[in-house]
């Protein structure tokens, strides 16, 4: 495990990421593998904490869903999926790999989304205020009496 977060830490003093984006673990999974993913899982969630970055994480349906529009989908699909995305010249390989490219463009996704309906300025709370009509009232009533 050490190996993991000194390579990680590596990686964002290198790469400087904005966000990070993992995928939730599986829980029908052979009990071994679930038990080593969420290890890794857990260092990678601590060396983003230390080094202040922002972590999202997604299931494999989600990540599926926004990838090839199929919870479902199966390995071969999103690999296939990822290449036409990416406009990639092979597929990626190993699996692996493909999955952390779905994992990242199902990332994007929600987050071109989260800012399209709420404005960066603005938290949720005050959002959801004008979503309500709050805001629509206000800026009414500032035209009507010209203030």
């Not at 829980?27 to 899982?41: K, Q, S």
């Not at 296939?80 to 990416?86: E, K, Q, S």
Request: neutral net charge; charged residues 20%; aromatic residues 4%.
């Amino acid at each position: 495990m050490r190996a993991v977060h000194e390579l990680l830490g590596q990686l964002i003093v290198e790469y400087e990421p904005d966000a990070m984006a993992v995928e939730s673990v599986f829980a029908a999974l052979n009990l071994n593998t679930a038990l080593r993913l969420a290890e890794v899982r857990g260092v990678v969630l601590l060396c983003a904490e230390q080094h202040g970055i922002p972590v999202h994480s997604y299931s494999p349906r989600q990540v599926k869903a926004s990838v090839a529009g199929y919870g479902q989908a199966t390995k071969e699909q999103i690999q296939l999926m990822v290449r036409a995305i990416l406009a990639l010249q092979e597929t990626p390989q190993p699996a692996d790999a493909a999955d952390a490219l779905a994992v990242a463009l199902c990332h994007l996704q929600a987050e071109h989304t989260r800012r399209r309906f709420v404005f960066p300025s603005e938290s949720p709370s005050t959002h959801a205020a004008r979503a309500a009509g709050g805001a629509t009232h206000n800026r009414a009533l500032r035209i009507s009496t010209g203030r």
